[in-house]
């Protein structure tokens, strides 16, 4: 991830009280990807602590993403067991959520799980020619696209025709 995607996603708070209540916030799953934390997917945005009043803002992958609700009171549950007494979760939906905001470790921790994660794109001008939707399984690029949704609206369902096991990909965006 380069240095200026960095910063719009995870803009790591300087102050010990907002380091602490990200780092809490932080520790939140994916309801729909529970091996991805939503600082591994770069859904948590900004963190931004008043006293013992923490506000807290994300960004879903799709604007009609089924899982923020409960990304929302999850965020709220743990900050409050941890101390804070007055939880905000804000949606900001602009910019818009990119996958270029998923760390690496929730790229690995995507394959591992058995979903091929989208690569990062390249931010230095040159277009990049895609082999293919590696399968997570076996390694192989030859696959092929069977439903443009899969399992939820940021997967795609893919199947290998090598080891021909079926598998989601989460979507590029």
């Known amino acids: 991830m380069t240095a200026d995607l960095e910063l719009i996603a995870r803009p790591r708070p300087a102050g010990a009280a907002e380091r602490r209540a990200w ?8 309801p729909e990807v529970p091996v991805l934390t939503i600082e ?3 859904v948590l945005r900004r ?3 008043e006293g013992s009043a923490v506000a807290v803002e994300i960004t879903p992958t799709y604007s009609g993403c089924p899982a923020v609700d409960a990304m929302r009171d999850d965020i709220s549950a743990v900050l409050l067991a941890n101390g804070f007494d007055d939880v905000v979760v804000d949606v900001v939906l602009s910019p818009a ?12 921790k995507l394959e591992e799980y058995g979903i091929a994660a989208p690569a990062p794109r390249r931010t230095d001008g040159v277009v990049s020619l895609g082999l293919g939707i590696r399968c997570p399984h076996c390694g192989s690029l030859h696959t092929r696209e069977m439903a443009h949704f899969g399992s ?4 795609a369902l893919y199947v290998c025709q090598r080891c021909l096991e079926p598998f989601d990909y989460f979507k590029e965006h």
């Open 152 to 155: 939820t609206s940021c997967k």
């Open 97 to 108: 959520w990119t996958t270029d905001w998923m760390s690496d470790a929730g790229r690995a």
């Open 23 to 30: 780092d809490l916030a932080a520790q939140v799953v994916d």
């Open 40 to 42: 591994d997917l770069g």
């Open 47 to 49: 963190v931004r602590v």
